[in-house]
């Protein structure tokens, strides 16, 4: 029986680069897609401070690739994204040092972008929206999510990765509008031509910030969003029936997520699966995200007070922090002698000053003796528990 759509897995076992082109190639490759002189929106997900190696940002390398990959179909690469709801999107770029690893490549933050307000034909719940200009006028769009859970969605990929050509208020908007039919109704309008999912380290439990990272090194690619969607989701071990904005996508036609009509390419969904730890909430999440943005557009148009700062200051006590376990240590100064901000310092093993330490996790990725693992505790706990 011939297939409605294909969707490609590889396992990354040198170069990422290497990974996503064959992905990509898997699935038709490029050229003829891309129309040389078309402006190619490439949207990651940087939804908050935190770097790729601990499962909530889209890897560089990948990133990298994609823009090569564009530029040698003719198009113009632009990199855009307007980060979660309290984040600062420039503040993120800076931390995580976007610019300068994409040198020479348009980097936009899409939260100052020019916001032009539009209806959706066919909307069942978010009938208007203020979506960045360059999402708009772009001619072809590759989303980059991360294969992650989601408190309020279940899983999240795609689809819910085109929330980040939105500003902040107009997230707020789709989760006041029903999340699940206000995702449907956004892809109806930015529905991104080319999704390529960074499932290098995704993230499970409490994604898709404050989870835990689990390493599949796998890239997904496909030219439907939804069966991209519905293959992610199963290879965290979720069928699309328990994701509720799959199902509405496939019975709205905006694309498939019925695994039995979709060609898989590369390696065996079954043998590259790998259950995710679910979020816990799930329905109270959602209600809880309702009425926090109620309350915040409520503030802000009444009293002009603005809850972002007091919503970041809640989830920068559960920021990403690397933690040592001591007795793997064998000193041998590799990571000390990485550390950008000399934060590393050895007596009998190493220990990590908390205080000076960016959380780039550059140690994590140095270490040959996997003493380095990612925590969510207060600092004053690790470094309790690391002695
Ligand atoms: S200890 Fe150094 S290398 Fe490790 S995360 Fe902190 S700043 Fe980065
Ligand atoms: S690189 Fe690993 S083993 Fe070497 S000193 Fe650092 S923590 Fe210890």
């Not at 994609?66 to 040698?72: A, D, G, K």
């Amino acid at each position: 029986m011939k297939k409605e759509t294909v969707v490609s897995i590889v396992r990354v076992e040198g170069a990422i680069g290497d990974a996503v082109s064959k992905a990509t190639k898997l699935i038709g490759g490029l050229s003829g897609r891309i129309k040389p002189g078309d402006k190619v929106l490439i949207k990651p997900n940087f939804i908050r401070e935190e770097p790729s190696v601990v499962g909530t940002t889209t890897n560089f390398e990948i990133i990298k690739r994609v823009v090569e990959l564009v530029r040698e179909a003719g198009g113009h690469p632009v990199v855009g994204e307007a980060s979660g709801n309290q984040y600062d999107t420039e503040e993120i770029y800076e931390l995580l040092g976007l610019r300068e690893a994409l040198d020479g490549v348009e980097v936009r933050d899409l939260d100052r972008d020019e916001i032009v307000g539009v209806k959706i034909q066919g909307a069942t719940n978010l009938k208007e929206v203020g979506v960045a200009r360059s999402a708009l006028e772009a001619d072809y769009i590759i989303s980059l999510p991360v294969l992650k859970t989601h408190m309020s969605t279940g899983t999240t990929l795609g689809m819910k990765n085109m929330m980040g050509v939105l500003p902040q208020r107009e997230k707020w908007k789709m989760h006041m509008s029903g999340l699940h039919y206000a995702l449907v109704d956004l892809n109806r309008l930015v529905k991104p031509n080319l999704v390529i999912v960074d499932g290098i380290v995704g993230m499970e439990g409490m994604g898709p910030t404050i989870g835990s990272p689990v390493e599949m090194n796998l890239i997904l690619a496909g030219e439907d969003v939804v069966a991209v969607d519905t293959v992610g989701s199963a290879v965290m071990g979720f069928s699309a029936d328990e994701v509720k904005h799959l199902q509405l996508a496939g019975q709205a036609r905006l694309g498939i997520n019925e695994l039995k009509q979709i060609e898989i390419r590369g390696e065996d969904l079954e043998a590259v699966s790998r259950p995710f730890k679910r979020p816990f909430g799930g329905k109270a999440i959602l209600i809880w995200a309702q009425l926090q943005y109620r309350l915040g557009t409520f503030l802000l148009s009444r009293y002009d007070y603005d809850i972002r700062p007091f919503l970041k200051k809640f989830s920068d006590l559960y920021v990403a922090k690397p933690k040592v376990n001591p007795e793997r240590c064998v000193s041998c100064d590799q990571c000390v002698a990485t550390c950008p901000r000399q934060a590393l310092e050895l007596m009998g093993h190493v220990r990590i000053d908390y205080a000076k330490c960016g959380r780039c996790f550059l140690c994590m990725r140095t270490c040959p003796q996997k003493v380095f693992t990612m925590s969510r505790k207060p600092t004053w706990w690790l470094r309790i528990s690391s002695r």
